[in-house]
């Protein structure tokens, strides 16, 4: 029993040094699993992926490099642990074909949950389990085949794996369907696994037959490649006799060399991405996230190679460089242009009591109405959630707007958000500038753009590395995601806007002829404080403890309408802090997800405003106003399920799940204090409004993401036009009701 114990708990620790090796390979397998099958963020980047044949077949390239780069790479790592090699010839032998197999299985699984949209446990483990059996079936099977045909019968039969698999792809293309990918990537999957296999004994030559081939008129360069394969793939540790090294170089010399070509091809096409806004567009997400992979996986097999050749630890020596290289370097400042001016537009920004004066003033005439009992004046809150909140508040606001006449906005004193409510809120108040009938179609034209796949291609790159590239060689990805709002493919006019110097928003000479107060929640890194972008001053009364970004960004720098909303936005890890002077701002969402903070403090200064005015005058008609808020969620209203905690969470994870808990229930309250401070003075429940997205209970079905697919985004329309309370809402402000 002690020996069979014993010898159980020698293969575990075999199995954990294999794990070990190919750890990279897994990692990725792992989140790409998890990724694609359980984020409804990679349900709908999948979803988007397939929504043309052009995305199609950049998906099925993306997804053959990624494999073939997992293969390929693991195996050099492989090659190079001879010691392992000896008592885990079969683990080291077959894990990298395995791998790259899996990589076809990850997304099969998530392409038939889509079809057949279920999330059971069975199900998904029933797939993986006869994706792996599938596997170990067909690996025995062509083993077998290799063993008994010939090189040329294997050679002809591999041309036609290949005509087949090019015929495989474009009915894939042309079919563009999920049944069509189901059915056929397993196929691909199999023809993969066969081409491995196979591919040795093919590779290999008749210079075999002579022990030491002697080698004439061989250039020089050509010796250097025989010097590079038998780098590459002979471990130092390994003693091998002369033949069998020039057998191996052969057999690897032409694989190597198609490898490295398609590999260089893959990285100046991913390398055209990082720098090309409109690259990035065409190749769409979901390419981008396998290309990504099959990058980095490859660059860091490549290390560890390095690592194995040198006997250093070029892992350990590159995070130790990134350490001390951002103690030099500062990647995430926020992007700010330099005005000339010493007296900037934002000083000149008037206080919330003298805006709500001319505000008041400029609607005198319909406030003097004596036909109107109450004058209703708009605070709009709009909840974070990246375009998904966007859309849908942009969609609700316009709406609003179009079906009221124009009424509604007449009558919008602030507009605050945080993330993507911003975005949305922004959105809206540059659609002023066109046609009133037109304005849903174009805000929703202009959000249904694809702001994800440029930041996501820095993400997953040069944003790992960026504190050792050199200063101005690339930027980071919330500069990227800024680029992505200012330029776009249609709805140019609110791209150009976005573009515009966050001052356009103060001063009263542009084109939008509007007043309404801009509040760009953010929250402060340091010390979690809440923080604003506004175009009223705020920093009195209530407001005194919120951070005025503008007056933290100085006297001589301007920042972007874009830059303002990203710097509302970063919600790390997509977006990092960003940094101002010796400050840095994250998401507002931190701390309040849906602006009601400062709403709620400007409601109670302008409300004191109003009551001095009316102890002065009581027929003042200040008596008149009525402040609304109309709260634009996006969040699911589900009961919450609590259940045991495992002690080790409890113990390790406990600061991190309170925190967690903490963003939302943050919101919550401050929307909440909201709500009752108007039914306190108005003692009614009509004053705070509440137009979600989703309808109590209802599953999560709408993702989170900075691109959308156009699925998503016409269920987000068919929300809209079925909702009883936004309508119920264009009712009362028509008056009929």
């Known amino acids: 029993m002690l020996q069979s114990i014993n010898r159980t708990l020698q293969r575990l620790a075999i199995f954990l040094q294999v794990l070990w090796v190919f750890f990279p390979g897994i990692l990725f397998l792992l989140l790409a699993y998890f990724f694609f099958n359980n984020s409804l963020q990679g349900k709908d980047i999948i979803i988007t992926g397939l929504d043309s044949r052009k995305t199609g077949l950049l998906f099925l390239i993306g997804l053959l490099f990624w494999a073939i780069v ?45 079809k057949f949209e279920f999330e059971h446990t069975i199900l998904t483990a029933a797939i993986l389990l006869s994706s792996t059996f599938l596997f170990m079936v067909s690996h025995f099977l062509f083993e077998k085949i290799k063993n008994k045909m010939g090189r040329n019968q294997l050679k002809k039969t591999r041309q036609f794996i290949w005509i087949a698999y090019i015929l495989i792809i474009i009915i894939m293309i042309f079919i563009n369907s999920l049944w069509g990918y189901i059915i056929f990537l397993p196929m691909l999957q199999l023809g993969y696994l066969y081409i491995v296999v196979t591919r040795r004994k093919i590779s290999q030559t008749n210079t075999t037959k002579n022990k030491l081939p002697q080698q004439k008129h061989i250039t020089s360069a050509r010796n250097q490649y025989r010097k590079l394969i038998l780098w590459v793939f002979h471990d130092r540790a390994r003693i091998e006799d002369p033949l069998k090294k020039e057998i191996m170089i052969q057999t690897e010399k032409n694989i190597f060399f198609l490898f490295s070509s398609f590999s260089l091809i893959a990285l100046g096409i991913y390398i055209s991405a990082v720098y090309s806004l409109p690259i990035s567009r065409n190749i769409t997400p979901l390419p981008i996230i396998l290309l990504s992979f099959g990058i980095l996986l490859g660059a860091g097999n490549i290390i560890a190679l390095f690592s194995i050749k040198q006997k250093i630890n070029f892992h350990f020596l590159l995070i130790l460089a990134l350490i001390i290289a951002g103690f030099l370097r500062e990647p995430h400042y926020v992007s700010m242009r330099s005005t000339g001016l010493e007296d900037q537009q934002n000083r000149k920004r008037p206080t919330l009591k003298s805006h709500f004066l001319s505000w008041i003033k400029e609607r005198n005439e319909l406030l003097s109405d004596s036909t109107i009992n109450e004058f209703p004046v708009y ?45 949305g809120n922004i959105t809206f108040y540059a659609s002023k500038q066109l046609p009133l009938k037109s304005r849903t179609n174009e805000v929703q034209a202009y959000l249904s753009n694809d702001f994800l796949s440029f930041p996501l291609v820095r993400l997953l790159g040069p944003d790992l590395l960026l504190p050792l590239i050199p200063q101005g060689v690339v930027k980071d990805r919330a500069e990227a995601l800024e680029k992505s709002l200012t330029n776009v493919l249609v709805g140019k006019e609110i791209g150009s806007f976005m573009n515009m110097d966050f001052s356009a928003l103060v001063n009263n000479e542009t084109s939008l002829k509007t007043n309404s107060v801009i509040c760009i929640n953010c929250t402060r890194m340091q010390d979690g404080a809440p923080a604003v972008i506004s175009n009223v001053k705020l920093n009195y009364g209530t407001s005194s403890s919120r951070v005025d970004v503008l007056d933290v960004i100085g006297a001589n720098k301007e920042i972007s309408i874009a830059s303002s909303i990203v710097l509302g936005a970063r919600f790390p890890y997509f977006s990092p802090a960003g940094r101002i002077k010796d400050q840095y701002f994250v998401d507002g969402g931190y701390f309040d997800n849906s602006g009601a903070g400062v709403v709620h403090e400007m409601i109670l200064d302008l409300n004191k405003t109003i009551s001095d005015t009316l102890l002065k005058n009581p027929n003042n008609n200040f008596a008149k106003i009525r402040f609304h808020v109309i709260h634009v969620s996006n969040q699911i209203e589900v009961e919450k399920n609590f259940t045991k905690v495992h002690p080790m969470i409890n113990d390790l994870g406990a600061p991190i799940k309170t925190i967690l808990g903490s963003y939302s229930s943050q919101t919550d309250i401050n929307n909440l204090r909201l709500s009752k401070n108007l039914q306190d003075m108005y003692q009614s429940d009509e004053y705070y409004t509440v137009l979600n997205l989703y309808k109590k209970n209802q599953e999560e079905l709408y993702p989170m993401n900075w691109s959308i697919s156009s699925h998503s985004l016409e269920k987000i329309k068919e929300r809209l036009n079925k909702n009883e309370e936004l309508d119920h809402l264009i009712k009362k402000i028509n008056n009929k009701d």
């Open 70 to 114: 997992t293969w390929y790479t693991s195996r050099l790592i492989a090659y190079n642990n001879d010691k392992l090699f000896h008592i885990a010839k079969e683990e080291l032998y077959q894990t990298p074909r395995l791998l790259g197999y899996l990589c076809f299985t990850a997304l099969i699984c998530a392409l038939v949950k889509l």
């Open 379 to 423: 605070f709009i809150l709009a909840d974070g959630g990246a375009s998904r909140s966007a859309y849908w508040t942009a969609s609700v606001l316009s709406k609003i707007e179009t079906e009221t006449n124009g009424a509604f906005s007449k009558n919008i004193y602030c507009l605050s958000g945080a993330s993507g409510g911003s975005l």
